[in-house]
C-alpha cells in the first residue's frame, strides 16, 4: 500500500463550525461528486471533485449540506444527531445508517471523582442513532447528483422509529442479542459501514467482534406498503427470516467501513475499543455471490494492506473507490475521525489517496 497524495475536502463555515470535517465517519463517491457524513450531526454532505492536467482528483469542494429531516421523519427530530456511519450508492438510490448503538458518558477533564464514577455508570439511547434512511438521486440541473424526497413513485424512506430498527429485528439473534445491551465502545452492536449490491444491504459491525471474529449482517430493505415514506425488512433466503449474519476472521478486528467492488467487499478493519489500531483493508472475494449465512476463515479473504494510524488521532472511518483506479491499481480514498493537526486546513480537511496494486 502506498499514500500516494492527500486532497483536500473543502466545507462551508457552518459544516466547519459543527466540526463535520473533523468527525468524517463515511465517504461515497458518485461521478465527479462525493458523498460524505460526520457522527456528530444528521446530514450528508455532497462536495464535487475538481482534477489536475492527468485528470486525477486534485480536491473536492462546493459543498451542499442535506438535513435528513427534510427527507424523512426522524425519531427523535431534527436537532439530535444520527451518529451516520456508513453511506452506499446503488440503482438511483443512496443509503445512510446510523450506528445503532448504546452511548455511555464520557469522563472528561476537571470532573471530580464521584462526577467520573457517576458519568461512567450512565448510558443513553439516542433515537436518531438507530435509523436506515433511503434517499432518491436525481440529475440536476448541472447533471450532478440530487437528494430529494420524492422521483415519481421512488421516495425517501426511512427505517427505525416504530420498533423496527434493524437492531429490534436482532432482539433474539443467538450471537448478537447479548450485545444489544452494551454501549458501542463497549463491543456492543457498533454499525460501522454499509455497502450496497443489487437489492441486498451489507451492514458491517464495529462490534460485537465474538472471540476475534468479526460481524457483517444482510438484509433486504423494502418500501412499506402502508407508508412511502417509511422501510420494512424483506425475508431473505428461504427460512423466511429477515436478515442473515455473516462471520469473518478478520485478526481480531471490527468493521470500520464497506465498500463494494464488484462483486467484492472492501473492509475498512480497525479495533473494537477505544483503540488506535492496526488498521488495514481486507477484500472478501465473491461476497456477493454467497447466498447463505457464512463462515469466512482468514484463508479466505485477502489483506490489500495496512493503513497509517495515530496515537489518538487520525482514525481511518471511510473509504471509497475511486474512478481512477485501473487494471494494476486500486485507489481508495481515505477520510478520517479525530484528524491530526497537520491534516487541518483553514477551510477543510485533507483525506488520503491510497494505492494498492493487484
Known sequence: MIVERRVELLFGQESREAETHTNLSAVRQDGRCLWAAGDETATVERL???VDGDGLVSGYGDQRTVPLADLVPLPAGPDEEADIEGLARTDGWLWAIGSHSLKRKKVKDGHSVAK?????????REENRFVLVRM???AGAD???EVTRRDGERTAAVLGGHGDSITDALADDP????FLRLPGKDNGVDIEGIAAHRDRLYVGLRGPVLRGWAVLVEIRPETHPDDPHRLRLCPIGGDGALYRTHFLDLDGLGVRDLCPHGDDLLLL???SMDLDGPVRVVRWPGAASIDSPGVVHASELEVLGELPYGQGDDHAEGIAVLDESDAATLRLLVVYDS???RRLTDRGVLADVVAFKR
Open 116 to 124: 467520573s464514577r457517576k458519568r461512567l455508570a450512565t448510558v443513553v
Open 48 to 50: 464535487t471533485a475538481s
Open 339 to 341: 484528524p491530526s493537526p
Open 175 to 178: 450471537h448478537l442479542a447479548p
Open 136 to 138: 432518491p438521486l436525481v
Open 143 to 145: 447533471g450532478l447528483p
Open 269 to 271: 478493519t480497525g479495533p
